[in-house]
Protein backbone atom coordinates (compact mmCIF):
# COMPACT_ATOMS: atom_id res chain seq x y z
CA UNK A 1 0.00 0.00 0.00
CA UNK A 2 1.39 3.26 -0.80
CA UNK A 3 0.89 6.62 0.98
CA UNK A 4 -2.23 7.67 -1.56
CA UNK A 5 -3.49 4.52 -0.77
CA UNK A 6 -3.11 5.11 3.15
CA UNK A 7 -4.54 7.87 3.29
CA UNK A 8 -7.30 7.33 1.38
CA UNK A 9 -8.62 4.26 3.72
CA UNK A 10 -7.32 6.43 6.61
CA UNK A 11 -9.22 9.68 5.62
CA UNK A 12 -12.37 6.72 5.35
CA UNK A 13 -12.09 5.52 8.68
CA UNK A 14 -12.05 9.61 10.05
CA UNK A 15 -14.98 10.47 7.52
CA UNK A 16 -13.51 12.82 5.56
CA UNK A 17 -12.00 12.84 2.44
CA UNK A 18 -8.38 12.32 1.64
CA UNK A 19 -6.27 15.55 0.20
CA UNK A 20 -5.75 16.45 -3.78
CA UNK A 21 -2.62 15.92 -5.23
CA UNK A 22 -2.11 20.01 -4.50
CA UNK A 23 -3.05 19.64 -0.57
CA UNK A 24 -0.99 17.00 -0.40
CA UNK A 25 2.15 18.85 -2.12
CA UNK A 26 1.44 21.32 0.24
CA UNK A 27 0.98 19.55 3.48
CA UNK A 28 4.63 18.16 2.66
CA UNK A 29 6.14 21.63 1.88
CA UNK A 30 4.49 22.85 5.78
CA UNK A 31 6.40 19.53 6.89
CA UNK A 32 9.65 20.07 5.18
CA UNK A 33 9.57 24.04 6.16
CA UNK A 34 9.23 22.60 10.33
CA UNK A 35 11.44 20.04 10.03
CA UNK A 36 14.17 22.14 8.07
CA UNK A 37 14.04 25.14 10.22
CA UNK A 38 13.84 23.05 13.67
CA UNK A 39 14.15 19.26 14.12
CA UNK A 40 12.31 16.30 12.29
CA UNK A 41 9.98 16.05 14.99
CA UNK A 42 8.46 19.44 14.38
CA UNK A 43 7.46 18.39 10.87
CA UNK A 44 4.06 16.60 11.86
CA UNK A 45 3.37 18.48 14.67
CA UNK A 46 3.13 22.08 12.51
CA UNK A 47 0.76 20.25 10.72
CA UNK A 48 -1.47 19.05 13.44
CA UNK A 49 -1.05 22.31 14.87
CA UNK A 50 -2.14 24.09 11.95
CA UNK A 51 -5.20 22.13 11.42
CA UNK A 52 -5.93 22.54 14.54
CA UNK A 53 -6.23 26.23 14.32
CA UNK A 54 -8.04 25.92 11.25
CA UNK A 55 -5.33 27.74 9.47
CA UNK A 56 -5.20 26.94 5.23
CA UNK A 57 -1.84 25.33 4.21
CA UNK A 58 -0.98 27.72 2.29
CA UNK A 59 -0.69 30.81 5.34
CA UNK A 60 0.49 28.22 7.41
CA UNK A 61 3.42 27.45 4.82
CA UNK A 62 4.01 31.39 5.25
CA UNK A 63 3.79 31.52 8.66
CA UNK A 64 6.28 28.60 9.23
CA UNK A 65 8.38 30.63 7.17
CA UNK A 66 8.51 34.00 8.97
CA UNK A 67 9.34 31.60 12.24
CA UNK A 68 12.76 30.57 10.14
CA UNK A 69 13.48 34.19 9.50
CA UNK A 70 12.36 35.76 12.75
CA UNK A 71 14.69 33.85 14.51
Excluded at 22 to 29: I, P
Excluded at 32 to 56: D, F, I, K, Q, T
Aim: glycine share 2%.
Amino acid sequence: MNATQWLAAYAEQLGAEAPSPDEFKAVLDLAAEAAHASERVAAPVACWLSARAGVPLERAIELAREVETAS
